[in-house]
């Protein structure tokens, strides 16, 4: 690989149908209103496009998949296995998943099998009392051992603790519970995903405030501290994450096709019909003022 290549990003929510088991979703809230997904052949295209675009700068591509937690089904599956081919010829860089941390083994074992790098796997608490109440009974139990299954089937995981009012006094039990487990690639996420309309006694709804914010922060760096000398990298990578705010993608794709630049913005245009270098194009036209 040529060194200091830059890295296009792509996020890439696939799917836009869950199973609505959490205790923050209801299939009804959900459902209202969606458009539909794109077509398989409309997902290989942008597939390509965005392959394509990456050659074409000398980037590195790197997509991230947002399955949700629906049975794993085209255009998916298909997606990600050319995605992966298009990997295997040195097409794209590497390809990443985001999930709920329930994930069934099957779906860790395809992933294994098809070229996912890193998954991001949800936690909430470190253990059932914090942790079903957020989700639904036994969702800490299958979290555990989908942590487990993928550890042992060599898949690298990411867990993704998102706090909220509920479970911020926990985050270091979760912590420790993770790294006993043998789990340091951790990330804090301060933040509710707006996934959906929100009932008011819902945990997800409990944001912190700045007093509850600070805390948490001591908290945690206070736990970071008092680790032994062999966890240095461990902490610095975790205080890092703390502070500063992730790095956003360079792209995002939804699952109705509608591909965006920075969420705040407008859209860039849909698929299918675009691609990923005629919009580089354009953009490039604006910067410089020559677009009619
Ligand atoms: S919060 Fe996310 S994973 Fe949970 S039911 Fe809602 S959409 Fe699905």
Aim: overall charge neutral.
């Amino acid at each position: 690989m040529t060194p200091n290549r830059q890295t296009v990003q792509l996020d890439w929510f696939i799917n836009s149908r869950c199973d609505y088991t959490c205790s923050r979703c209801s299939p009804h809230s959900q459902e209202e209103g969606l458009r539909p997904d794109l077509t398989l052949d409309s997902c290989l295209e942008a597939l390509r496009s965005f392959s394509e675009f990456a050659g074409h700068y000398s980037m590195d591509g790197i997509i991230t998949f947002y399955p949700r937690q629906a049975p794993f089904i085209d255009p998916f599956v298909t997606v990600l296995k050319e995605a992966n081919r298009l990997k295997q010829q040195g097409r794209l860089k590497s390809l990443h998943s985001a999930n709920r941390g329930d994930l069934p083994g099957n779906k860790i074992r395809f992933f294994r099998e098809n070229g996912i790098d890193t998954c991001r796997l949800t936690i909430d608490g470190p253990n059932e009392q914090i942790q079903d109440p957020m989700r639904r009974p036994g969702h800490f139990q299958d979290t555990l051992r989908a942590f487990r299954e993928a550890r042992d089937n060599h898949l690298h995981i990411e867990p993704l603790i998102i706090v909220v009012r509920h479970n911020a006094p926990h985050v270091t039990d979760t912590l420790r519970l993770l790294l006993d487990e043998g789990f340091d690639d951790i990330f804090i996420k301060v933040a509710v995903q707006t996934a959906g309309t929100l009932e008011q006694d819902n945990p997800w709804n409990q944001l912190l405030n700045e007093t509850e914010y600070r805390s948490l922060h001591l908290q945690v760096s206070t736990f970071l501290d008092s680790l032994p000398p062999q966890f240095a990298p461990f902490r610095k990578k975790t205080l890092l994450r703390l502070t500063q705010p992730p790095s956003q993608p360079s792209f995002t794709l939804k699952p109705d096709g509608v591909l965006f630049r920075d969420l705040k913005q407008p859209k860039l245009g849909s698929f299918p019909g675009i691609s990923f270098l005629r919009l580089a194009g354009i953009e490039q036209e604006i910067k410089h003022g020559t677009q009619k």
